[in-house]
Structure formats: C-alpha cells, structure tokens
C-alpha cells in the first residue's frame, strides 16, 4: 500500500506578513530562485494526476507557503476538481491548508468547509507575544486580524488548529497563552520551536534558548496535565504522541521518529524536496513536470537524505530517554545544513522536561 503526502507551496516564498523569524524567507535567499512565483493550473493538475496514479490507498494535498492563500480560492476549486477527475481508484484524499489566514472572508470558510480542509491558522499566542514578531510588510501587527480569521472559521464550522512558533515571548508567557487559547477556544494546538537562520548562530530577540524551552515544556505540560486529568480536553500534538509511544504506538510527528520522512515538498515551478527545512537547490530530487514519483524516490536514495538522519551520536545512544528523544528533528542537529549531525540544540531542554514528567505521562 503507496500513500503519499504532498506538502505544496503554490506560492513559492511570497508572503503579505513580515514575520521576523521566517526560516522560509531565510531559505529561499540562499537558492539560486528565491521565489518561483505561482504554481500554474496545469502544473497543479500534472501534480495531482502523477499523486494519485502512484498511490494505492490514500493521497495528502498539504498547502504551506510562504502564504499559500494568496495565489486565490480559484487554485483551490481547480485542485477538488482535478482530484475528483482522476481519483479513479477512489482513494481517501484529506485536504490541508496552513495559513496567516489574513485573505480568508465568507467565500473561503464555505469553501474550506464543504471540502473537509483542515487548516492550520498562525497565532503565536496573545496580542504582545505575537505583534512583537508577526506584523505584515507595513510593520503593523496582525493579532486583531488573525483573531477575527479564528471567529470567522468558527461561525463557519470549519475544522482548525492554531499553530504557535515558539518564540522567547511566548517561552516566557505560556501561562497567559495557555489561558487566553482556552478562554477563545482554541483546543487543538500545535507549538514548534522557532528556528534561527541556517549559518547565523546569533541569538535574537526571539531566539529560542535551550533553557527557555525546557521551562516552556514543563509549565505548558503542567496546565495541560491539569485539564486532561480533570477532563477538560486540550489536544496538544508533541504531548500526545509522547503519549502513544508510551503506549507502544509509533510517533505520526516526523521530528519523533527517529529518522527523516519524505514530505514531497513541492515547490511552485513543481520541484520537488525532501522537507520542508531543505528546500535547497542541493536537496532537489526531481520536478513533478518531468518525473513521476517511482524516479523521485530513486532520486532520494542518491542525496542520502533519509540515509544521513539515522546517525546517532555515542551520547545520544547511552541516554536513559533515547526511546522517547530518538534525536529529535534534524534540523536541530544540522545547525550549518552540512551533513554532519550532532546532538540536538535543545537536548538539555529533552533531559529536564522527560525528568519532570515521566510518572505523569505514565499515569496517562
């Protein structure tokens, strides 16, 4: 059984917001394209008949940008079209969008929710957290406007998560985000770790420190702990596929597993890369126009991508919470992007979170 997932930036690294800790603006300056402008119907429709020729259970259209809203709702209709024309096997398709939702109006939420998209909306927490590095190019700060996106899927039903960078700010402020997310119900929530620029060590302002994180994951698991043990639900991915591993499940988190995954990263012009966080002229490994998915996979093999990611360090290896740690994203082990792995950036941050709440997650 082939399912595939896609991860689809249709409009390359163009973006309406200036967000100061964009790893995707920083990526593309170091390609020889820095932005491939729009993705083309028809490569849109070569992209989805290849997708669900190969695939013999089931496909996953994932949208990310750059701001994937702004290449237009008419992309969006063309691409359920276009599935609907050659799903020929009748394979399950989920549809995902990841957005700044600042386009979003009544059009888009009908639209969204009478195709089943999940979307993924940016938040990163409360006004001062979030306008502090989310502001469009005019440097005015977007909270009011995301937050009345968030109502606007709500009145429409339309599924959503919030995904929130965690940033110094919001590191230092978890308890009034946590809180705010609940009073506006915002249950299911996603935090990532911001990234610093690829050959820049420099801390930032917002720059993520591996002692601020250690202590944003043990007080953000106290609040959470605290409402899953008195039934009020709050989905937080990293803590629940802890959680299923605990139980013998395996992670659905790439970051969790172990090793690299292939996410298809598909850029506007239909070249295509490994992840998201290598979308590099060297990581390239085919283009959707002219190769189909069985040569692309080939083409993965020759770059040692997947291959490069299983190293583990000596240290690693003895750590009592290497079960549950195995390494974490490679991202954070590949500072310089050189090939050479090391251990990861916020392992102090693993070791003191796990001590703190391995009995609790046990219990769970």
């Not at 920083?26 to 989805?48: A, H, P, Q």
């Not at 639209?111 to 440097?139: C, M």
């Not at 690299?260 to 990581?283: M, R």
Request: hydrophobic letters at 35%; a positive charge; glycine letters at 4%.
């Amino acid at each position: 059984m082939y399912p595939i997932n896609l991860l689809i930036k249709p409009s390359s690294s163009n973006c309406n917001f200036k967000c100061k800790y964009c790893f995707y603006e920083d990526i593309s300056k170091k390609r020889e394209v820095s932005s491939y402008g729009f993705m083309s119907l028809n490569t849109l429709e070569t992209l989805v008949k290849k997708a669900l020729s190969f695939s013999s259970s089931h496909c996953n259209f994932m949208f990310q940008g750059g701001e994937p809203t702004l290449i237009g709702l008419n992309f969006y209709k063309k691409l359920v079209e276009y599935v609907k024309k050659y799903n020929t096997k009748n394979l399950k398709i989920s549809y995902y969008i990841q957005t700044n939702g600042y386009f979003l109006n009544e059009e888009w939420a009908k639209f969204l929710y009478e195709n089943n998209f999940l979307v993924g909306i940016s938040l990163d927490g409360i006004k001062e957290t979030n306008d502090t590095n989310r502001t469009t190019k005019e440097d005015i700060g977007t909270y009011d406007i995301v937050l009345n996106r968030i109502n606007l899927l709500k009145k429409y039903n339309v599924e959503f998560n919030v995904l929130t960078v965690i940033t110094s700010q919001v590191a230092k402020n978890i308890n009034k985000i946590y809180n705010f997310y609940k009073e506006n119900d915002i249950i299911y929530q996603q935090y990532i770790p911001c990234l610093n620029n690829i050959d820049d060590i420099k801390l930032k302002d917002y720059s993520l420190t591996p002692k601020l994180y250690g202590n944003f994951l043990c007080n953000l698991f106290d609040l959470w702990y605290k409402d899953i043990t008195s039934n009020n639900f709050v989905y937080n991915r990293y803590f629940e596929n802890i959680v299923g591993m605990l139980k013998g499940y395996p992670p659905e988190a790439c970051d969790m597993s172990g090793s690299c995954n292939i996410q298809n990263v598909v850029e506007a012009d239909g070249s295509v890369y490994p992840c998201d966080f290598y979308v590099l002229d060297k990581y390239k490994i085919g283009n959707i126009i002219t190769d189909d998915f069985i040569q692309i996979y080939k083409n993965i093999e020759s770059i040692k991508f997947i291959e490069t990611s299983l190293k583990v360090e000596e240290a690693c290896k003895k750590c009592k919470w290497i079960n549950l740690c195995r390494g974490g994203c490679r991202r954070n082990r590949d500072i310089s992007l050189n090939g050479n792995l090391s251990i990861n950036y916020y392992c102090d941050a693993y070791k003191k979170f796990f001590d703190y709440t391995i009995d609790r997650f046990l219990k769970l």
